[in-house]
């Protein structure tokens, strides 16, 4: 096994998970494709909201580390991926410093939405930093209190699904319309089949560890198929880009053909990985079938994004 210098790059490197930007990515992706097919994109707001939301995805990953690991959680049975913290590669001292870090560096980008242009904000009013102090408070809720009570998924739906989808349509549109809502909730329900596994995966654990999460309080059917229903409410919801003229070149045109055909080809990979979950049931190989999920989320921004814009 590799030996990780303590407080080294590497160890802050792994400790970040660069692999679960992805959730913080996608959501500024649709929003910016919306932005575009309504020819309202302005790309420095856009990367602001990227550069926060990538900002507080690895300040959330950093707390979570730390507070599971000062919490116990992480025990020596832990099927998932190592911990910084429990690991040794980075103490909890220094691990409280490259949250504050992590969360000063997010909230310059997004003050920079805030910026004076005169009389007036370019990107928003201070309800940006309402929606941002919220983010940050969330990002210590969800470890220290949500996850642990079974809020995590609806937490989810909230940070990963409306507020950056939202956010990032208005401050280069001003407004939020139900196209916004739509692929908020597609965003959130994608986001959320990550969150499903990994709970699906640690659920002996957690139940250990006094960690309630839905698939504890409910049981391992429940799982397994809520993560298939996730999957299947956000393909139906993604059909709306498909048929809605505002979003298609010709009046004329009733549906978009290429734009619906690309919801059903997530949702085939989606039931594929679904497969696989169900013979696996338990243990560490069930990382997999995280993988496969982080996959299909990119796969399902991507396809959306582009329906969108189509």
């Not at 692999?19 to 994109?41: C, D, E, N, Q, R």
């Not at 006094?210 to 409410?233: C, D, M, N, Q």
């Amino acid at each position: 096994m590799e030996t990780i210098k303590t407080n080294s790059i590497h160890a802050w490197i792994l400790a970040a998970r660069p692999k679960t930007l992805t959730g913080a990515v996608i959501p500024v992706l649709i929003a910016t494709s919306l932005a575009l097919a309504h020819k309202a994109f302005k790309p420095l707001p856009a990367l602001l909201c990227l550069l926060f939301a990538c900002g507080m995805q690895v300040a959330a990953n950093f707390i979570n580390d730390l507070y599971d690991h000062l919490k116990g959680t992480d025990r020596k049975d832990r099927l998932g991926p190592e911990r910084a913290c429990a690991q040794g590669w980075i103490t909890p001292t220094a691990m409280k410093k490259g949250i504050g870090l992590a969360i000063l560096l997010a909230c310059l980008a997004g003050g920079g939405l805030l910026y004076a242009c005169g009389d007036r904000l370019p990107y928003g009013g201070w309800e940006l930093t309402a929606a941002g102090a919220l983010c940050v408070l969330s990002a210590f809720l969800y470890t220290t209190i949500l996850s642990y009570h079974g809020w995590g998924d609806l937490a989810v739906l909230v940070f990963f699904g409306f507020i950056p989808v939202a956010g990032t349509y208005y401050v280069q549109t001003g407004e939020i319309t139900t196209d916004v809502v739509v692929a908020s909730l597609v965003c959130g329900l994608v986001t959320d089949t990550l969150l499903v596994v990994n709970n699906y995966r640690d659920r002996k654990q957690d139940a250990l560890s006094g960690k309630r999460t839905l698939i504890v309080r409910l049981g391992e059917p429940f799982g397994r198929y809520a993560y298939l229903g996730l999957g299947i409410v956000a393909t139906l919801l993604s059909f709306r880009f498909g048929i809605d003229n505002d979003l298609i070149s010709s009046p004329a045109l009733p549906v978009n053909p290429a734009a619906l055909l690309m919801p059903p080809l997530y949702l085939f990979f989606h039931v594929r990985t679904w497969q696989r979950m169900c013979r696996i049931r338990s243990g560490k190989e069930l990382n997999s079938i995280l993988a496969e999920t982080s996959r299909n989320m990119l796969l399902m921004g991507l396809l959306l994004s582009a329906a969108i814009l189509m």
